[in-house]
C-alpha cells in the first residue's frame, strides 16, 4: 500500500516564525487533504488539495503529484497553531485516506 | 449544520463488554470511515462504507464490527472489548470515495 511519511517529526518555533512541513508518498494518488489537531484532538480540515497551490491566510499549501510530495507552509506562526498537522493521501482507485505519523508543532510565545 | 456527530464523546468499558459508537452525518455524504488514533500516532482505518448498503475491512478491522444503518449513520461495534483497544474513534465522511473527508470530534474509550 501507500506510504506516507511527514518531516520533520517535531518543531518548535517562536511566534512570528515561518515553517514548511513536508509529506512524501510513495505512489501515484487521487487526492490529498492536510489537517490540522488541536490540543482538544479535533482534526480541522485545512486543506483539499491533489495538486497545484492554496492560500487561506497565513496557511498555504503546494502538491506536486509527480514528484509525490505536498508542502504546507505557516507564515507569522502564532500560539494557536500549535498541535499535530497530519498529511493523508487517497489512492487511485481506493475509498481510503492513508495518513502520516504527523509533525508536531509547538509555536512558543 | 452539524457536520459529523459521534456519540459517546468518552466511554470506559471493563475488558469483555461490548458498546457500539454511534455517528451520523448530515451532508448527505455517500462513504463513511472508522478510525482509531493511538498515542503519537496517525489515524488507521477500521472499516468504511463507500455508499449506502456496503461495508469494508480497513487495515486494523479485528475485533470491530460495522452497520451502515442508512445513509446518515454509521455503527462501530465491539463485541468484547480488550485493552488494546484503547484509543480514540474518529468518524468521516466524504461525498465519494477520496473526495474531501470531514471528521467528528472523536470519542476517547478506555478499557481497563
Known amino acids: 500500500g501507500i506510504q506516507v511519511e511527514q518531516s520533520p517529526p517535531d518543531l518548535i518555533l517562536q511566534e512570528g516564525a515561518n515553517s514548511t512541513l513536508r509529506c512524501n508518498f510513495s505512489d501515484s494518488v487521487n487526492n490529498l487533504q492536510w489537517f490540522h489537531q488541536n490540543p482538544w484532538g479535533q482534526l480541522i480540515n485545512l486543506f483539499y488539495?491533489?495538486?497545484g497551490t492554496k492560500q487561506n491566510g497565513r496557511l498555504s499549501a503546494t502538491t506536486v503529484a509527480t514528484e509525490r510530495y505536498s508542502l504546507l507552509y505557516i507564515s507569522s506562526s502564532q500560539t494557536t497553531d500549535s498541535g499535530v498537522y497530519f498529511c493523508a493521501v487517497g489512492g487511485s482507485g481506493t475509498y481510503k485516506y492513508i495518513f502520516g505519523t504527523g509533525t508536531r508543532l509547538k509555536v512558543l510565545a | 449544520n452539524a457536520g459529523v456527530t459521534q456519540t459517546p464523546k468518552f466511554q470506559v468499558l471493563k475488558t469483555g463488554q461490548s458498546m457500539t459508537l454511534q455517528c451520523a452525518q448530515d451532508m448527505n455524504h455517500n462513504s463513511m470511515y472508522w478510525y482509531r488514533q493511538d498515542p503519537g500516532m496517525g489515524l488507521r482505518l477500521i472499516y468504511y462504507s463507500a455508499s449506502e448498503g456496503t461495508t469494508d475491512k480497513g487495515e486494523v478491522p479485528n475485533g470491530y464490527n460495522v452497520s451502515r444503518l442508512n445513509k446518515r449513520e454509521f455503527s462501530l461495534r465491539l463485541e468484547s472489548a480488550a485493552p488494546s483497544q484503547t484509543s480514540v474513534y474518529f468518524c468521516?465522511?466524504?461525498?465519494?470515495?477520496?473526495?474531501?473527508?470531514?471528521f467528528g470530534q472523536g470519542t476517547r474509550l478506555t478499557v481497563v
Open positions: 488539495i491533489p495538486s
Open positions: 468521516a465522511s466524504s461525498e465519494q470515495g477520496v473526495t474531501e473527508a470531514f
